[in-house]
């Protein structure tokens, strides 16, 4: 592992009120044309190093959003980013390009994130090409020990990414990644898009690969259980805000906000006597756009316990009801100790079954 | 049960330097348009013209005849008209006592050379600037844009005899000026194809290991449009040759005695009552050159065409 890091107290990459909006039909020459999307508006969080934060939420509540402000891939619009104790938030591409060997991106889609025309090899041997660290017979050399590393077979240098499965092409989504030797790997939903059981291989290979290089992840993954397996801690984001953030055990024991324990009620239960004995928490309609989301606390519409507060004031993400520093929650009236959810009869909207 | 041939176990000669190798697409289409009986013809048909464009002044030696050397005895019949196809002149004779056949072969030159020169630097010119309009977006987009339908909507010939009434004819500015007509279309098809290629994820990731913009633009953006890229090239070939051949036959293009098929076809004119083979021989190049161009572009179109990713026999 790297001995301590420079960053104080541990702290690999420090996210301050990041706020992304995008503007969608907006014209340049009409700058205040069209709507405003708020993908992510206003999250803070805390990296350690060598930990893996996971990063749940529905899909559009702006999780991959927020991986590609912390790898400034995306320009924030407010809030700032620190990276090991620098604030990268508002550094050009080039002052951006030492941090990038630090700091990298597995995508979530195999197929789309490779380029269809060109070969293994140059793909893999990209980030050494561009930032000129190894040339000719030795990038060639380190390109196979990576493919190796990931577990593909290092003599399909020269072939092309249609020649491979789903889960060889996530193998050199993730070698290419690594190349550098990074600190921070942010995993856009790496395996959602692969079947279950080529999954665990997948997630197995991260865990490994952690160990083995003292890697930190932030684990962005829309599946609960794939993100209980991998994470020490979780963050639950819901509408571009972080609703509840704890030990990964601790979510799963005692979750507090009411949006979590939906999310965790939702969860597949491999026996069936549980299963049935378990209160299942169905949420009432959509996800509210990001456009014009609600007021006050953004799941409000939707929650089952909400009262008129939670129109009128946002709860602040901090530590309820005895809680430790660890665990927080951004709900006025949070789930308390053997608060029974009888919420499911409430929940359900008359006339919604079938 | 019979035993399976045992071929079916040899392993292929494996490099271990270049490891196990995939396809590319490169060699994917080529062997698509090997199969290509129509592609291959015009193939031939092609590097045949080009050969004996190159070889014209072997035929100036075989016949003796200069391509624009007068034979006012020997080339005329005594009224002074143009004489038919004999052993002497294969193809017969212009109005002037002139070799056809050395006159088109010359001609080939001329057209070939313009074709392609003019549709290289109009698919060069329309690459670059689709693909920095396509990449940056915004403001530069929307002026590269406009400027290419400005171009599109102006009136070819008329600024064709406008500038040569002020530049003067010639092959160069026949080429400058087919260039400047042809890029554009080729233009909005890479801006096209470039908005949305630099959405991909590939490009994301790019990005995200540190490229620059030149490098995204040129090793993860060009080589997926390539492919088109050649397309369009093969079929701006005949557009500019028959361009040239427009310019010539209008006196806008290469000035005479120079032989050019436009000019000999112009020439031919007041003559295709008395001497057909005047205007067939020049008229069928032409003819010839660009549908082989045409087929050729539709079968390489056909070749790259991505739904065709594994290889079939038809």
């Known amino acids: 592992m790297n001995a301590a890091g420079t960053g104080r107290d541990g702290v690999l990459l420090r996210a301050e009120g990041v706020v992304k909006h995008f503007a969608v039909g907006r014209r340049w020459f009409l700058p205040h044309s069209g709507a405003v999307v708020q993908a992510v508006d206003g999250v803070s969080l805390e990296v350690r190093r060598g930990e893996t934060l996971g990063l749940v939420g529905e899909t559009g509540c702006g999780k991959s959003t927020l991986g590609r402000c912390l790898t400034r891939l995306y320009d924030l619009t407010a809030g700032r980013v620190e990276f090991d104790g620098h604030d990268i938030s508002a550094l050009s591409r080039r002052q951006m390009r030492p941090y990038r060997r630090r700091l990298q991106l597995i995508f979530q889609d195999p197929y789309g994130s490779l380029n269809p025309r060109r070969r293994i090899g140059s793909i893999i041997g990209d980030p050494f090409a561009i930032h000129g660290v190894a040339e000719g017979r030795e990038r060639t050399r380190q390109v196979q020990e990576l493919m190796e590393l990931v577990g593909l077979n290092a003599e399909h240098y020269n072939r092309f990414p249609s020649e491979f499965s789903g889960g060889q092409r996530q193998r050199i989504g993730i070698a290419r990644a690594l190349a550098l030797r990074p600190e921070l790997v942010i995993c856009d939903e790496p395996v959602s898009a692969l079947d279950v059981s080529i999954q665990a291989q997948i997630v197995n290979l991260l865990a490994d690969l952690q160990s083995e290089l003292g890697l930190t992840y932030v684990f962005i993954a829309h599946d609960l259980s794939v993100v209980r397996h991998v994470s020490d801690r979780i963050a639950v984001m819901y509408l571009g805000k972080i609703v509840e953030i704890a030990d990964a055990r601790t979510l799963f024991e005692r979750p507090r906000h009411p949006y979590t324990a939906a999310l965790l009620s939702a969860l597949p239960v491999p026996d069936p006597d549980v299963a049935d004995a378990r209160q299942r928490i169905l949420l009432s309609g959509d996800v509210p756009s990001p456009v014009d989301p609600p007021s006050g606390c953004r799941f409000h519409p939707r929650c089952p316990k909400a009262r008129e507060e939670c129109s009128l004031r946002e709860p602040a993400l901090e530590a309820r009801g005895g809680d430790s520093p660890r665990h927080q929650t951004a709900c006025h009236f949070p789930i308390a100790e053997g608060d029974e959810l009888a919420l499911a009869a409430h929940a359900e909207p008359p006339g919604a079954g079938a | ?314």
């Open chain 2, 1 to 314: 049960m019979s035993t399976l041939p045992a071929e079916l176990f040899e392993t292929p000669p494996f490099d271990l330097e270049r490891g196990i190798e995939g396809r590319s697409p490169w060699q994917l289409a080529w062997e698509r348009l090997r199969r290509d009986r129509v592609a291959l013809a015009c193939l031939v048909v092609i590097v045949l013209i080009t050969v004996i464009a190159l070889a014209a002044p072997l035929f100036v030696y075989l016949t003796g005849h200069g391509p624009n050397e007068e034979f006012q005895t020997t080339g005329l019949t005594p009224e002074g008209l143009p004489r038919g196809p004999s052993s002497t002149f294969l193809f017969g004779t212009d109005s002037l006592g002139r070799d056809v056949l050395v006159r088109v072969i010359y001609g080939a030159r001329i057209s070939l050379l313009s074709g392609v020169l003019a549709s290289s630097a109009a698919v060069l010119i329309g690459v670059l600037v689709g693909l920095v309009g396509g990449y940056f977006g915004g403001f530069v987009d929307t002026l590269l844009a406009r400027l290419m339908d400005v171009v599109l909507s102006f009136p070819f010939l008329l600024f064709a005899i406008a500038l040569v009434s002020i530049v003067g004819p010639g092959l160069w500015i026949s080429i400058v000026v087919i260039a400047f007509f042809s890029w554009a279309s080729v233009g909005r098809v890479v801006r096209g194809q470039t908005l949305t290629l630099r959405e991909r994820e590939y490009v994301e990731a790019a990005r995200s290991l540190g490229a620059g913009d030149l490098r995204i633009m040129f090793v993860d953006i060009l080589p997926n449009l390539i492919a088109q890229v050649i397309v369009y090239l093969t079929l701006l070939i005949p557009a500019a040759v028959v361009f040239e051949a427009t310019l010539s036959f209008l006196g806008l293009g290469v000035v005479p005695p120079t032989a050019t098929w436009g000019n000999m076809l112009s020439d031919s004119l007041g003559y295709y009552r008395v001497a057909w083979w005047y205007v067939l021989f020049p008229g069928s190049a032409l003819l010839i050159t660009t549908l082989a161009f045409n087929l050729l572009g539709d079968s390489v179109r056909d070749a790259f065409d991505p739904r065709g990713e594994r290889l079939f026999r038809r």
